[in-house]
């Protein structure tokens, strides 16, 4: 009789591996039937050393800390003791860790709230790689902490410090995060500067965060609880909400980031105003602020009319070459490179 040592060998650490990892995934388990099949499907189908899922118990954190809350949950920074594994494999996930690392937990109030947002995610699983739950068994999303805030503040913030050229590759990032959602067939929802976060390392880098309204298409649902004026005039007719009205709410982001002047929000009787913004009406600016090329492009985006509105992927590039560019002589960007933009606290007119 014939034993060949090799092929009994990996047959047997083929069977030993699986019942191992049946183990480990009855004993690590969020107690939701759905929310464990997502992380395992995300597993299964890993292709890169971050993109998929896995619960976390809530022990595994320590210094929980309160920072500010949203429309539908609290974020809260931690210290992840282990961090991340290295890969999705499960010899990775037991004994290969990033080690201790600051995150970003966002603790919803609602389990569908969190499920809507889960699964968005899920779809365009980049965006964020874990999940945990607290000792009040509110499920959470951890993400990475981002260390200088929302885009309005930064702005607001660092005026002194921040250059056409960072400001442009802000912008270029916030195009890129919504190229890719486009690209997945998933429309954000409520981009504005609130809902957008920098990361300042090297460089900063720009981040859409909040997909709480990812993916939902009722036309009522979309204009509650949403920040005018970023939002789209077929919005307010009750259209069907597109992807076109994601690229209006950039126009506006464009407008905040050139002029550092917030655009009116909820003042006095709100249908007067929603009424201005179907009859055409849009913030004022100093030309002197931009160059013309760039307003004319953020023109386009807050255009009536959502078929002249360019896609997300023309955007992106867009903001590649002004910011490959930023330097050549014939850049449209030369006079303006040592501007400084003191924030106005006056609410935008709207012209």
């Known amino acids: 009789m014939s034993f060949n040592y090799d092929y009994n060998m990996k047959d047997l650490m083929r069977t030993f591996a699986k019942v191992l990892e049946s183990d480990y995934d009855q004993n690590n388990t969020s107690g939701n039937n759905l929310v464990d099949e997502i992380i395992k499907s995300s597993q299964r189908r890993s292709i ?13 954190f320590d210094n929980l800390q309160y920072i500010t809350c949203g429309g539908i949950g609290n974020i809260h920074s931690a210290i992840w003791k282990d961090g991340p594994a290295r890969s999705v494999s499960l010899c990775d996930r037991l004994f290969n860790r990033e080690g201790e690392r600051v995150v970003a937990i966002k603790f919803f109030k609602t389990n569908k709230e969190f499920l809507d947002e889960f699964v968005n995610i899920f779809k365009m699983i980049e965006a964020c790689t874990r999940a945990s739950g607290n000792e009040k068994n509110q499920f959470g999303i951890v993400m990475q902490y981002i260390n200088a805030g929302n885009l309005e503040n930064y702005l607001e913030d660092n005026w002194r410090t921040i250059t056409w050229k960072e ?43 909040d997909f709480g309204y990812c993916g939902v298409d009722e036309p009522n649902a979309r204009t509650q609880r949403r920040v005018i004026p970023f939002i789209a005039p077929e919005l307010l007719l ?101 501007q400084k933009v003191e924030p106005s606290y006056n609410i935008a007119s709207f012209v």
Request: hydrophobic share 30%; net charge positive.
């Open 48 to 60: 890169a050393d971050n993109d998929f899922f896995e619960w976390i118990d809530f022990n595994k």
């Open 167 to 209: 400001k442009l590759g802000i912008l270029k990032d916030i195009a890129h995060g919504l190229s890719n959602l486009h690209n997945a067939e998933l429309i954000h929802g409520d981009i504005n500067t609130r809902n957008v976060f920098v990361s300042k390392d090297i460089r900063s880098t720009g981040y859409i965060g």
């Open 238 to 338: 009750g259209k069907t909400y597109t992807k076109k009205a994601d690229i209006y709410s950039f126009g506006l982001i464009m407008y905040q980031v050139a002029t550092n002047t917030r655009p009116k929000r909820y003042r006095g009787n709100n249908r007067n105003f929603e009424r201005d913004i179907l009859n055409g009406f849009r913030p004022g600016f100093d030309k002197e602020l931009m160059p013309h090329g760039y307003a004319s492009l953020m023109r386009n985006c807050w255009n009536s009319d959502r078929k002249n509105r360019p896609k997300a992927e023309n955007l992106y590039k867009k903001f590649c070459e002004w910011e490959d560019t930023f330097y050549e002589p014939d850049s449209p960007f030369r006079m303006f490179r040592f």
